[in-house]
Every structure is written in C-alpha cells, then in structure tokens.
T-cell receptor, first 113, second 116 residues
Framework: SQQGEEDPQALSIQEGENATMNCSYKTSINNLQWYRQNSGRGLVHLILIRSNEREKHSGRLRVTLDTSKKSSSLLITASRAADTASYFCATPLSGGGADGLTFGKGTHLIIQP | DAGVTQSPTHLIKTRGQQVTLRCSPKSGHDTVSWYQQALGQGPQFIFQYYEEEERQRGNFPDRFSGHQFPNYSSELNVNALLLGDSALYLC???????????????FGNGTRLTVT
C-alpha cells in the first residue's frame, strides 16, 4: 500500500503561473521528500524537509510540512515548459532512518507554453 | 562524476524465464535500493542493500532476489517471470553510513522489462 498520496492527479497550467500540489500521508515520519520524473526516466530528488521544519525553499520550489495534518505541499513558482513532469512525494517506510521510501502515485504536471 | 547506471535499458522476456538487472551506484554511495514502477504508478520499494546484505524488503515475493558486491554495485534477479512483472525497474543509490536520516536517493534511468 502507498503511504503518500498526491493531489491532484493531473494539473495543467499556463507557463508563468504557479503550480501547487499536495501530499497526504498516514503514519508519523521524520522527513518527507519530493521527486520529479520526466517521462520514462529516473526520478530526480528535489527537496527533503524534516519533521521539525515547517517550510523549506530551493530556487523556485517551496515545500511546506504540516505534521499535525500529515500533509505536505509543493509550490513551483513562475512555471516553465521544462517543469512538465510527474511529481512524487515520498516518506520513509518505517518512519525514518536509512529506510526505503514509499511513493504516491504522483501528480502529472503539464505546463502549456 | 558518474551517476547511477543501469543495464540493460530494455529487455523482453517470456513468462517463466529468469532475468538479471544490474546497477552501479553513484560514486561515493554505499547503499542500493531497487524499485518497481508500473505504468502510471509511483515506484514501489522492492529491497535495499547495504554492506552486501539485504537490510529492508518491501511487499514482494521471494521470486525477487538481489545481491550487492564489494564495490557496492548490485543485481536484481527475478525468477519465474509473470506478465505482471512488466514494469520499469529503477535502481537508486544513497549514502547510509553515519546518517540518522534518509539521505536523498539518486536514481538511474531504469530498465524497461517487458514480459510476454
């Protein structure tokens, strides 16, 4: 079973607009990660946020984490055509440590030029 | 600095056959994890190898087995292939030694396995 679930499943926006996608998870975690996957290729790590952090920025990415609601959001500002990809949140299988990750089904983001 | 490399990139096998997939981790990494990604789904954790031992396993039958070599490279073996094993198999490496938290995974581009 998948712990993290992204919402929406698909999102289409105009270039330059902001894109927001959400992730919900079920059990306590000590960190949450976001990954991007371009069609048919491997995943690329975007950002890791620890359970004691509420917000983290990396370039045009902003991630929030609300452990009380067991949810996270990924905001991409000023979107570009190259941001078209699937985005996944991932949480540790056992809550934390050097564990495997469980991924959601992803949000497929399409940036219209 | 080479990233994670996987071979082969594509493979077609017949139901009942056996397959071996290979992975070389990113330089400096000591841990290899394998994931199965069906079309339209997120990756599913198969298992993780560290110090040549299987450290954690996902919900996969023992038809799926693996190995890690002293140079940290890894193999994934699948026996008695089923049609449902058709998927993209992703290898990911990370650095585990001395870390309390998950370190980011570096993924290869995967092996596309088709079982007919």
């Amino acid at each position: 079973s998948q712990q993290g679930e992204e919402d929406p499943q698909a999102l289409s926006i105009q270039e330059g607009e902001n894109a927001t996608m959400n992730c919900s998870y079920k059990t306590s975690i000590n960190n949450l990660q976001w990954y991007r996957q371009n069609s048919g290729r491997g995943l690329v790590h975007l950002i890791l946020i620890r359970s004691n952090e509420r917000e983290k920025h990396s370039g045009r990415l902003r991630v929030t984490l609300d452990t009380s609601k067991k949810s996270s959001s990924l905001l991409i500002t000023a979107s570009r055509a190259a941001d078209t990809a699937s985005y996944f949140c991932a949480t540790p299988l056992s809550g934390g440590g050097a564990d495997g990750l469980t991924f959601g089904k992803g949000t497929h983001l399409i940036i219209q030029p | 600095d080479a990233g994670v490399t996987q071979s082969p990139t594509h493979l077609i096998k017949t139901r009942g056959q056996q397959v071996t997939l290979r992975c070389s981790p990113k330089s400096g990494h000591d841990t290899v994890s394998w994931y199965q990604q069906a079309l339209g789904q997120g990756p599913q954790f198969i298992f993780q190898y560290y110090e040549e031992e299987e450290r954690q396993r996902g919900n996969f039958p023992d038809r799926f087995s693996g190995h890690q070599f002293p140079n940290y490279s890894s193999e994934l073996n699948v026996n008695a292939l089923l049609l449902g094993d058709s998927a993209l198999y992703l290898c990911a490496s990370s650095l585990r030694r001395g870390r309390a938290y998950n370190s980011p995974l570096h993924f290869g581009n995967g092996t596309r396995l088709t079982v007919t």
